[in-house]
Protein backbone atom coordinates (compact mmCIF):
# COMPACT_ATOMS: atom_id res chain seq x y z
CA UNK A 1 0.00 0.00 0.00
CA UNK A 2 1.12 3.64 -1.06
CA UNK A 3 0.13 5.23 2.17
CA UNK A 4 1.17 2.77 4.94
CA UNK A 5 3.65 5.14 6.85
CA UNK A 6 0.75 7.84 7.05
CA UNK A 7 -1.52 5.45 8.28
CA UNK A 8 0.58 4.47 10.78
CA UNK A 9 1.26 8.08 12.26
CA UNK A 10 -2.26 8.78 11.92
CA UNK A 11 -3.39 5.93 14.75
CA UNK A 12 -0.84 7.75 16.80
CA UNK A 13 -3.49 11.16 16.60
CA UNK A 14 -6.25 10.52 19.00
CA UNK A 15 -9.63 10.86 17.34
CA UNK A 16 -7.90 10.44 13.43
CA UNK A 17 -7.46 6.82 14.15
CA UNK A 18 -10.59 6.56 12.49
CA UNK A 19 -9.08 7.36 9.18
CA UNK A 20 -6.59 4.18 9.18
CA UNK A 21 -8.99 2.05 10.55
CA UNK A 22 -11.55 2.14 8.22
CA UNK A 23 -9.19 3.21 4.84
CA UNK A 24 -6.67 0.27 5.42
CA UNK A 25 -7.95 -1.92 7.61
CA UNK A 26 -6.89 -5.00 5.55
CA UNK A 27 -2.95 -4.07 5.99
CA UNK A 28 -1.08 -5.71 8.69
CA UNK A 29 1.12 -2.62 9.43
CA UNK A 30 -1.64 -0.38 9.61
CA UNK A 31 -4.00 -3.23 11.92
CA UNK A 32 -0.83 -3.13 14.13
CA UNK A 33 -0.09 0.89 14.77
CA UNK A 34 -3.94 1.09 14.86
CA UNK A 35 -4.07 -1.47 17.84
CA UNK A 36 -1.41 0.40 19.77
CA UNK A 37 -3.00 3.73 18.82
CA UNK A 38 -6.66 2.55 20.12
CA UNK A 39 -4.93 1.13 23.48
CA UNK A 40 -3.24 4.68 24.08
CA UNK A 41 -6.39 5.98 22.65
CA UNK A 42 -8.74 4.53 25.92
CA UNK A 43 -5.15 5.06 28.30
CA UNK A 44 -5.57 8.77 27.11
CA UNK A 45 -9.96 8.43 28.22
CA UNK A 46 -8.65 6.83 31.44
CA UNK A 47 -6.50 9.38 32.40
CA UNK A 48 -9.04 12.25 31.33
CA UNK A 49 -11.44 10.60 34.13
CA UNK A 50 -8.79 10.17 36.53
CA UNK A 51 -8.04 13.75 36.37
CA UNK A 52 -11.53 14.70 37.50
CA UNK A 53 -10.75 13.01 40.98
CA UNK A 54 -9.80 15.56 43.38
CA UNK A 55 -7.44 13.44 45.77
CA UNK A 56 -5.72 11.60 42.63
CA UNK A 57 -5.87 13.98 39.63
CA UNK A 58 -2.12 14.33 39.74
CA UNK A 59 -2.21 10.53 38.79
CA UNK A 60 -4.17 11.58 35.85
CA UNK A 61 -1.67 13.86 34.51
CA UNK A 62 1.35 12.27 35.06
CA UNK A 63 -0.39 9.04 33.08
CA UNK A 64 -1.49 11.46 30.41
CA UNK A 65 1.80 12.96 29.89
CA UNK A 66 2.91 9.18 29.31
CA UNK A 67 0.28 8.56 26.57
CA UNK A 68 1.22 11.62 24.67
CA UNK A 69 5.32 9.89 25.33
CA UNK A 70 4.18 6.76 23.58
CA UNK A 71 2.26 8.64 21.06
CA UNK A 72 4.96 10.39 19.81
CA UNK A 73 7.26 7.50 19.86
CA UNK A 74 4.38 4.93 18.22
CA UNK A 75 4.30 7.98 15.37
CA UNK A 76 8.65 7.78 15.20
CA UNK A 77 8.15 4.13 15.00
CA UNK A 78 5.54 4.09 12.12
CA UNK A 79 7.43 6.50 9.92
CA UNK A 80 10.43 4.45 9.77
CA UNK A 81 8.34 1.67 8.44
CA UNK A 82 8.75 -0.88 11.67
CA UNK A 83 6.40 -2.74 13.52
CA UNK A 84 7.99 -2.32 16.91
CA UNK A 85 5.82 -2.73 19.60
CA UNK A 86 5.76 0.31 22.41
CA UNK A 87 7.23 -0.86 25.74
CA UNK A 88 4.28 -2.09 28.14
CA UNK A 89 1.27 -1.58 26.07
CA UNK A 90 2.86 -3.44 23.25
CA UNK A 91 1.83 -6.82 24.67
CA UNK A 92 -2.09 -6.03 24.42
CA UNK A 93 -3.87 -6.74 21.56
CA UNK A 94 -7.72 -5.27 21.03
CA UNK A 95 -8.11 -5.72 16.96
Request: glycine share 8%; with cysteine; proline share 5%.
Amino acid sequence: MKNQKLYGVLAYLSILILIPAFAARKDPFVRFHVNQGLILLFLNVISGLISFIPVIWFLGDILNCAVLVFCIWGAMIALRGEEKPLPIIGKFHLI
